[in-house]
């Protein structure tokens, strides 16, 4: 009798937590600023997330290309440095306290970026101030990565707003351009699979490789679908354009 009701509710909470599709990070756990420090929010000035990014030198932080992009009724334009801001060292967005919010001195976008899928998905602000923040190091690709972030927890849900992690697969050029006809080898790399994903809101943020920095969060259709990995822009492919 216990035994079957005990069944039945997990069968339940296996249901609600999405198991098989859309379960910000999808399929992740609850993280904490102090274990990486160098993870960063970006927002808007009045405190709305825009994106996640990484702090790679004292006021320099690495994210995506859209993060720092207006979408207009013409064009794409970058969007001003003076309506962004960097929020470190808080785990929780909504605890306005914890951290430190900082000011964007200017954005550099890559010269060639239009849109996500066509890649060149990268951008380094730096930041009025230095940070008293650990910083993370470039570095290569592996079999998996962890991707953090303050973003949905499913297709459709609002941002989490406390920081999730997630470890996921690193598959192999070949199979990421059998899923994504817009893969570009060498400067974009397919990540995640079984319900481990990155969403809407992890854009821009870290994947780590090691402890070290192989991608920022670019795009996907929709988020930890079954044969539709996440897609990161492939750090290594920019270092000498970025200069790190
Ligand atoms: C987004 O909308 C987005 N599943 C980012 C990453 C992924 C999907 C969507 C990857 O910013």
């Known amino acids: 009798m216990r035994g079957k009701r005990l069944a039945v509710l997990g069968a339940v909470i296996a249901l609600v937590s999405g198991g098989s599709t859309a379960d910000a990070i999808v399929g992740g756990t609850p993280a904490r600023v102090v274990d990486t420090p160098w993870v960063v929010a970006i927002t808007t000035t009045d405190g709305q997330l825009i994106c996640g990014g990484a702090l790679v030198a004292a006021n320099k932080v690495m994210t995506a290309a859209h993060c720092a992009t207006l979408k207009?009724?013409?064009g794409k334009n970058q969007?001003?440095?003076?309506?962004?801001?960097?929020?470190?060292g808080r785990t929780d967005l909504r605890t306005k306290s914890d951290g430190v919010e900082a000011a964007v001195a200017s954005v550099w976008r890559h010269p060639d970026y239009q849109e996500?899928?066509?890649?060149?998905?990268?951008?380094?602000?730096?930041?009025?101030q230095s940070l008293p923040y650990r910083t993370i190091a470039l570095g290569e690709v592996g079999d998996d990565g962890v991707v953090?972030?303050?973003?949905?927890t499913a297709e459709g849900t609002p941002p989490a707003m406390?920081?999730?992690?997630?470890?996921?697969?690193?598959?192999?050029?070949?199979?990421?351009?059998?899923?994504?006809?817009?893969?570009r080898p060498g400067a974009m790399l397919c990540a995640g699979r079984g319900g481990r994903d990155?969403?809407?809101?992890?854009?821009?943020?870290?994947?780590?490789?090691?402890?070290?920095?192989?991608?920022?969060?670019?795009?996907?259709?929709?988020?930890?679908?079954?044969?539709?990995?996440?897609?990161?822009?492939?750090?290594?492919?920019y270092r000498s354009v970025m200069g790190f």
Request: with cysteine.
């Open 79 to 88: 969007r001003p440095a003076e309506q962004l801001r960097v929020v470190a």
């Open 198 to 237: 990155a969403c809407t809101g992890d854009s821009g943020g870290p994947l780590v490789v090691k402890g070290r920095l192989a991608g920022v969060v670019s795009f996907g259709r929709g988020c930890a679908r079954a044969d539709e990995p996440g897609v990161y822009t492939r750090l290594a492919h």
């Open 72 to 74: 207009g009724v013409l």
């Open 116 to 128: 996500v899928t066509k890649g060149d998905d990268v951008a380094v602000l730096t930041l009025a």
């Open 148 to 152: 953090l972030g303050w973003g949905r």
């Open 162 to 183: 406390t920081l999730r992690k997630v470890t996921v697969p690193i598959l192999s050029d070949a199979e990421c351009a059998l899923k994504e006809p817009d893969y």
